[in-house]
């Protein structure tokens, strides 16, 4: 991976500018995270953004959209990090995504994160019809926003239902899409998880690739907001 970065979670706008004032910041990274219900898509954001996790299953119907910050090569960007319920289809059009509260902004995310439970065959299956329906139906400019999929709870390696080196290749290879598999609950590949989110989306923007990813835990609240 690439790029010196320190990351940290914010409370409000103006705490971010730095030095420069009035500095016009470069534009967010929009991370969308999505996934069937129960792979651990909250307990992903929230050891990243806290370094906490909770054995307690989170089952929600709402979006919940964090803001944090990252420094890239020396600048700072705003991270918007939303994490989507499990959505029934892909919208495919504005209105469609407008007209349903668990949708909104999916369709203008940068990256999208989509995390499967490595024991569930079903979860992988739904990571592989909605990447689908985002190539199918996402338009954004004149780009297409990468896609990373990632393999949750590989602390329950035994149970695995589709051998790594077959998903890996599936994604690298056929998908053209990044690879991760973590652990929420011990905490591992959680930082490269979001380290390559944000290498795939920044690359676009960024002239030097070099040198690693570093990141520092939140100095301040993080703040999230139900939708």
């Not at 990468?146 to 239902?161: A, E, F, M």
């Not at 290749?169 to 590949?189: I, M, P, Q, T």
Request: glycine residues 8%.
């Amino acid at each position: 991976m690439h790029w010196p970065a320190v990351c940290e979670s914010r409370e409000g706008g103006a705490a971010h500018r730095g030095r420069g004032g009035n500095r016009a910041m470069p534009p967010p990274f929009r991370i969308a995270v999505l996934g069937a219900q129960g792979v651990g898509k909250t307990a992903i954001v929230q050891r990243f953004l806290h370094d906490d996790y909770s054995e307690v299953a989170v089952s929600s119907k709402t979006r919940r959209m964090h803001l944090s910050a990252a420094v890239l090569n020396g600048h700072v960007h705003d991270l918007q990090i939303t994490d989507y319920p499990a959505i029934s289809s892909f919208p495919v059009s504005s209105l469609q995504e407008w007209s349903d509260v668990c949708c909104r902004g999916i369709r203008s995310a940068h990256v999208y994160v989509l995390v499967y439970d490595i024991c569930c065959f079903d979860s992988f299956e739904y990571v592989k019809t909605m990447r689908q329906q985002i190539l199918e139906t996402r338009v954004m400019g004149s780009g297409e926003a990468p896609i990373l999929i990632v393999g949750n709870k590989r602390d329950l390696q035994r149970g695995r239902v589709i051998p790594r080196h077959s998903v890996s290749d599936l994604v690298r290879k056929s998908w053209k899409c990044g690879y991760v598999e973590c652990s929420a609950k011990f905490n591992w590949h959680i930082l490269l998880l979001f380290g390559e989110a944000l290498r795939s989306v920044g690359c676009a923007r960024c002239k030097h690739v070099h040198a690693t990813i570093r990141f520092q835990r939140a100095l301040r609240r993080e703040r999230c907001v139900l939708m």
